[in-house]
């Protein structure tokens, strides 16, 4: 039998992230919103929102 452990490495998704914001400029800028985000601008995406998240998401926790 097979034991699944929940991992939290990789729940979080920016689009399912409360921190997740949409700008709507012409295109749409996808930016996190996290205070604790260590990337001056946020941005996230223009156009496109990528899978997954960021490498200096602020919920990764190591
Ligand atoms: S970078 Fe992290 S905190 Fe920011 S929106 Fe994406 S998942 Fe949420």
Redesign the pocket.
Known sequence: MIHMEKRDDGV???AE????RTYDYGKKIYC???AN?TDDM?K?GVGDLPDG??E?????EK
């Open positions: 979080y998704n920016c992230c409360d921190f997740m996190c919103d996290h985000r946020g996230l998240r960021p200096w998401c602020p919920l990764r």
